[in-house]
């Protein structure tokens, strides 16, 4: 299975491309910028619990074969109220 290599941050909303070398992912690809995952939630998924890593990057060849997503999430965490006011 590939990975979905989400579009934004489900936090703040930042978008994050494929190239995004700023992305941080956890066991089930909860994806979320470097600031959110490190300043909010200490690397630690708040969904899982599980670490929050540098997502990897797809060539752009393999992007033509196997696109990234386009559907964007976000969720209520309470670490990210102040930025959905």
């Known amino acids: 299975m ?8 489900e ?8 190239a995004a070398t700023d992305a941080r992912i956890c ?6 910028c470097a600031d959110c995952a490190g300043n909010r939630f200490e690397n630690t998924c708040p969904n899982c619990g599980g670490n ?7 060539t752009e060849k393999q992007l033509l074969k196997h696109p990234a997503s386009t559907n964007r999430f976000t969720k209520a965490h309470p670490e990210c109220a ?4």
């Open 52 to 58: 929050l890593v540098p997502r990897p990057i797809r």
């Open 2 to 9: 590939m990975l979905a290599l989400k579009p934004n941050c």
């Open 27 to 32: 066991t089930y690809e909860c994806t979320f």
């Open 11 to 18: 936090c703040c909303d930042k978008n994050l491309p494929p």
């Open 82 to 85: 102040d930025l959905h006011g």
